[in-house]
């Protein structure tokens, strides 16, 4: 059976973080571990408090499982400090990773910050360059190449500037976007446009779920376009029958 691993914060509702990306790894038939490299205290409503794994136990729990069990495939999410983000770096170089996803988690959907500021600096310098794919969604494009993203030209710009930081490849997910809901993917060479009509509404865990769904796929042997595709249609899908299980945003349903 195939692994993949994620590297995230742990959501209590499921919805999102470490909890929704193993959920999506077994939906698609991948076997799923996990690290967790934060702890928060959430719900539907909004995330109330952050506490960060120490760097020490953090990396403790990395060379445990990779020494064990090694992923065709790996993804991170929120990771907060910029302490455990160099981690993750030497590790993935050490255990030689492959088809390693980005996600780099910043901020939650109801605005609370899950990464330390200076650590935006330190994702970009260490993690990009040895990623197959990184999966920002438009805010968090703005901020790591200070482009205000209004439109599908913008993405493009946003896109081609994250390629210049190491990726193989740029997605940069649109759904926040005010009239279209648009992903980009640049490779270096051509972009790829994917785009499905707005659904009204307030959901969790879309970035995580989107992000977990080609982990799986590149675990899988698909190439990263038809990854890329898959989780398009995998998120929207789960969208479309996302059910409301508390008082705030609504959770996916897969």
Do not use: W
């Not at 909004?46 to 990395?62: A, I, K, N, T």
């Not at 090694?70 to 030497?90: C, F, H, Q, R, W």
């Not at 990009?128 to 209004?150: D, V």
């Not at 659904?199 to 969790?204: I, K, T």
């Amino acid at each position: 059976m195939k692994t993949a691993l994620t590297i995230a914060g742990s959501d209590p509702t499921g919805g999102a973080g470490m909890q929704a990306d193993l959920r999506t790894f077994r939906s698609l038939g991948v076997y799923g571990t996990g690290v967790i490299a934060a702890l928060t205290a959430q719900n539907t409503q909004g995330v109330y408090e952050v506490f960060d794994v120490p760097p020490v136990f953090f990396s403790r729990q990395l060379d445990a499982l990779l020494s064990d069990i090694p992923p065709d495939a790996s993804k991170t999410g929120m990771l907060y400090s910029s302490e455990n983000i160099k981690i993750v770096a030497e590790k993935v170089r050490l255990y030689a990773i492959k088809n390693f996803v980005v996600d780099p988690v910043t901020v939650s959907s109801g605005g609370t910050p899950l990464i330390e500021n200076k650590a935006l600096e330190a994702m970009q310098k260490y993690l990009f360059p040895l990623a197959r794919t990184i999966t920002p969604n438009i805010y968090e494009a703005s901020l790591f190449t200070g482009i205000n993203i209004q439109d599908d030209k913008d993405m493009k710009k946003a896109a081609m500037a994250l390629k210049e930081s190491g990726p193989e490849s740029v997605i940069i997910t649109g759904g926040h976007l005010k009239e279209r809901a648009l992903d980009l993917f640049f490779d270096g060479k051509e972009f790829l446009s994917l785009e499905n009509e707005i659904l009204d509404g307030e959901y969790h865990g879309t970035g995580c779920v989107f992000s977990s769904v080609i982990t799986a796929s590149l675990a899988l042997g698909f190439d990263i376009k038809e990854a890329v595709v898959k989780a398009k249609d995998f998120v929207l899908s789960a969208m479309r029958s996302a059910v409301p299980i508390g008082k705030g945003m609504k959770m996916l349903n897969f």
